[in-house]
């Protein structure tokens, strides 16, 4: 499965991986934006478990919450890639084992959201919050891939500064090999 271009954010699970859980699962995730989301156990943003093997590129994992281990990622019995993302806490921050992970060309640095929602969890509005990246932010320009000939470089999250913007979809179980360009909160 592919998850392109979404805003994933104040979501509450009650057991693990507040905004993706992965389990025997390889998905594809980029350029989405993984933001103040909760988990009762492990991986506030993202839970990886059972073989799972993720590639995640020129995403922004911040502000998520986990109450037993992993506030923005958590593995176990995986190996996930993480390349060109902005990850609050860097692979320290990780819980369960990382000695399997791939981590490249990341950064820690706050993302200078226009106006995120305040706290984490579905307590919070992600549906009126905005994720988009104020022009001073360190993921503009901070990704890993060209856009063009000229070489400008892309950027990190959901909302890229070229103006590309997602619809939104709130609480709603979703069942799809692609999700792309969307809100979930």
């Known amino acids: 499965p592919s998850i392109t271009n979404?805003?994933?954010?104040?979501?509450?699970?009650?057991?693990?991986g507040g905004g993706i859980y992965c389990s025997?699962?390889?998905?594809?995730?980029?350029?989405n934006t993984i933001a103040?989301?909760?988990a009762s156990d492990d991986g506030g943003g993202i839970c990886c478990r059972n073989n799972s093997a993720p590639i995640v590129i020129n995403t922004i994992i911040y502000g998520n919450v986990a109450a037993s281990s992993g506030n923005q990622v958590y593995i176990s019995g995986s190996?996930?890639?993480?390349?060109?993302?902005?990850?609050?806490g860097g692979l320290n921050n990780f819980g369960g084992n990382t000695s399997s992970t791939n981590y490249s060309n990341n950064i820690d640095a706050n993302p200078l959201w226009v106006s995120p929602s305040t706290g984490t969890g579905n307590q919070e509005d992600a549906e009126n919050a905005?994720?988009?990246?104020?022009?001073?932010?360190?993921?503009?320009?901070?990704?890993?891939?060209?856009?063009d000939e000229d070489g400008t470089?892309?950027?990190?999250?959901?909302?890229t500064t070229t103006g590309l913007t997602g619809s939104p979809i709130t609480n709603n179980i979703i069942l799809a090999t692609s999700i792309e360009n969307s809100i979930i909160g």
């Open 153 to 159: 470089i892309s950027d990190i999250g959901a909302f």
């Open 130 to 147: 905005d994720y988009h990246l104020q022009i001073n932010s360190p993921c503009i320009d901070a990704g890993g891939f060209y856009l």
């Open 6 to 16: 979404n805003t994933i954010a104040n979501n509450n699970s009650a057991s693990k």
């Open 79 to 88: 190996s996930p890639s993480f390349a060109y993302c902005d990850i609050e």
């Open 36 to 38: 103040n989301n909760s």
């Open 24 to 31: 025997g699962s390889d998905p594809s995730i980029t350029n």
